[in-house]
Nanobody, 128 residues
Framework: QVQLVESGGGLVQPGDSLRLSCTTS????????MGWFRQAPGREREFVSV????????YYANSAKGRFTISRDNAKNTVYLQMNSLKPEDTAVYYC?????????????????????WGQGAQVTVSS
């Protein structure tokens, strides 16, 4: 079993930045592709970003490209999501996820069912 714990959420103003962290326990994070989903009120969970096991391959949703950066530090069993130029529509609960999948399929990368483990979620609110 793998446990995922997110941190770093909060309330920020439009245009601000925020960094989410997710630390794994139970098994080395290097065994898994790690990523982020989010869910806004009244909406389905949506893919945000994912990074391959050694960090060589990064993938982003169109809504995140150019503003968000995913990274990982396997020595710390931690994955990060740096979010810049935040918009009110980024308001959501952000979930850290882990998968054993190869991440070579776009369809599978963006499908929540691909991910074996989920964190409890971190609230991000962007409001003036």
């Amino acid at each position: 079993q793998v446990q995922l714990v997110e941190s770093g959420g909060g309330l920020v103003q439009p245009g601000d930045s925020l960094r989410l962290s997710c630390t794994t326990s139970g098994r080395p994070s290097s065994n898994y592709g790690m990523g982020w989903f989010r869910q806004a009120p009244g909406r389905e969970r949506e893919f945000v970003s994912v990074i391959s096991r050694q960090g060589f391959n990064l993938y982003y949703a169109n809504s995140a490209k150019g503003r968000f950066t995913i990274s990982r530090d396997n020595a710390k069993n931690t994955v990060y999501l740096q979010m810049n130029s935040l918009k009110p529509e980024d308001t959501a609960v952000y979930y850290c996820v882990a998968t054993s999948d190869s991440l070579t399929s776009l369809r599978r990368r963006q499908n929540a069912n691909t991910y074996d483990y989920w964190g409890q979620g971190a609230q991000v609110t962007v409001s003036s």
